[in-house]
Structures are given as structure tokens and as C-alpha cells.
């Protein structure tokens, strides 16, 4: 199989991964989590775990806006604040229980999406290096 079919592949199986849209495969799956994490902390009124979870969703948007290790790094540190608050938080176990899951779906999904986002940077820096010196 030639170089450039084998990085179209890739790519072409790096984003079905990701999803062609924002219900779709992971970012279906981390968008659905977060959703019903938020109505579900609606319901709890525990102010201190929404303020994590917006602060989680802003370091996502910007993740995907500028594809920072930074901001998937800031983003895991705060998950386990996250779930150092939801310990303390006065919830009753049922509640709690169903939050923690919610949470790690959210980060879990969230990791994946950003180690495919990741793999297809680097697709496409080899692309660029297959490519150059190449003219019509």
C-alpha cells in the first residue's frame, strides 16, 4: 500500500473515530456525559462541582480550538478536583455515585478525543514531509 493511501486511511479512520459531527462517536459520547452531568448538577445544587465542570468545558473548547497539551493536562488535574469536591460534597450515595461516573465518562471520552486529535497532527505533518518537494 502506497504512503499516501496508508495516511489517508489514517486520517479517514482517525475522524469516523472522532465523529463527522457532535453526536457522533467520541464527540457524541463526551458531549452526552457532560450534558447530563450539568442537568444533573442542576439538580443537586452543589455550586463548587458546576464551577469545575464549566471550568473542564472551557479548557475543552479551547483544547479543541488550539490543540494544547496544556489545556488536556489542566483539564485532567481538574477532573480529580473535581472528585476530591464530589467526596466532601453532601450528596447521598446514589447521586454521588452516578456524578463520579458521569465525570470520568466526560474525561475519559474528553482523553480520547484529544489522543486522536493528536494522531492526526502528526498525519498531517507527515503528509506535509511526504509532499514536499511534490508539484503538480
Not at 447521586?95 to 492526526?120: C, G, M, N, P, Q
Amino acid at each position: 500500500m502506497s504512503v499516501k493511501l496508508e495516511l489517508c486511511r489514517f486520517a479517514a479512520d482517525a475522524q469516523r473515530d472522532l465523529g463527522f459531527n457532535e453526536d457522533d462517536a467520541l464527540q457524541g459520547k463526551s458531549r452526552k456525559a457532560v450534558h447530563t452531568l450539568e442537568q444533573r448538577l442542576a439538580e443537586v445544587n452543589e455550586p463548587r462541582l458546576t464551577i469545575l465542570m464549566l471550568l473542564m468545558r472551557r479548557l475543552e473548547k479551547d483544547f479543541i480550538l488550539r490543540g494544547g497539551d496544556r489545556d488536556s493536562d489542566s483539564l485532567v488535574d481538574l477532573a480529580g478536583e473535581f472528585e476530591t469536591a464530589l467526596a466532601q460534597a453532601n450528596l447521598v450515595p446514589d447521586v454521588r455515585s452516578h456524578v463520579l461516573e458521569l465525570i470520568r465518562a466526560y474525561k475519559s471520552s474528553f482523553l480520547s478525543i484529544a489522543d486522536t486529535r493528536r494522531s492526526l497532527k502528526g498525519n498531517r505533518r507527515s503528509w506535509g514531509r511526504f509532499t514536499t518537494g511534490f508539484t503538480r
